[in-house]
């Protein structure tokens, strides 16, 4: 993740910030409405200099045999709340037996919340009638499929994981996925999202 990047995630809503801010002094009745456009600018910056430093400590992984089910369960309990307060419904089929899997369990717990994340927002942002979240843990071969589906309205036309901080979601910053593709290539594994 080059600094200019990470720069650019960081400017855009500083700058909106500061304009409000600025606003607010030279138009004092417009300052208390602008403070809620503040503050939801003020956390977008948090939540990308924590996803920043997330990226950065996961830098070095040490792997062992971690169970995958085991993580998609936790990252369920982690969002089962939140779902249900949008009347979201997930739905978990994995494998009979442990999967086991090489890997880092921080970094592949921060992935797989990071996946979940985003299809219950896709669908809590859409607001389609059906509200379903799948999450699947399955074999092909010799590897292991964690699948994440939703009920969303699927990606936007010309998607591409290839971007720069791609996202899915119009005021994303793409540094989720930038997250779950950069443990995938720890990992050994990829990436894949497609509409259905």
Excluded at 46 to 64: G, N
Excluded at 77 to 100: K, M, S, Y
Aim: glycine share 6%; with cysteine.
């Amino acid at each position: 993740l080059s600094a200019a990047a990470i720069a650019h995630e960081i400017s855009q809503p500083l700058s909106r910030l500061l304009l409000r801010a600025q606003l607010g002094q030279a138009y004092p009745a417009a300052a208390v409405a602008a403070l809620a456009e503040i503050t939801a600018d003020a956390q977008a910056v948090v939540r990308t200099i924590e996803k920043v430093k997330l990226l950065l400590r996961s830098v070095q992984t040490v792997h062992h045999p971690v169970d995958l089910r085991e993580i998609v369960a936790s990252a369920v309990l982690q969002f089962r709340w939140e779902a249900e307060q949008h009347n979201i419904v997930i739905d978990t089929v994995t494998r009979r037996g442990p999967a086991w899997v090489s890997g880092d369990e921080t970094q592949l717990q921060l992935a797989t919340s990071n996946l979940i994340r985003n299809a219950i927002e896709s669908i809590r942002d859409a607001n389609p009638a059906v509200r379903r979240v799948g999450v699947t843990v399955t074999t092909s071969g010799n590897r292991l499929l964690l699948t994440v589906r939703d009920s969303g309205p699927g990606l936007a036309e010309g998607f591409s994981l290839s971007a720069v901080l791609a996202s899915t979601k119009a005021a994303g910053t793409g540094l989720g996925l930038y997250l779950v593709q950069a443990v995938m290539d720890t990992h050994g594994g990829c990436l894949q999202m497609t509409s259905v």
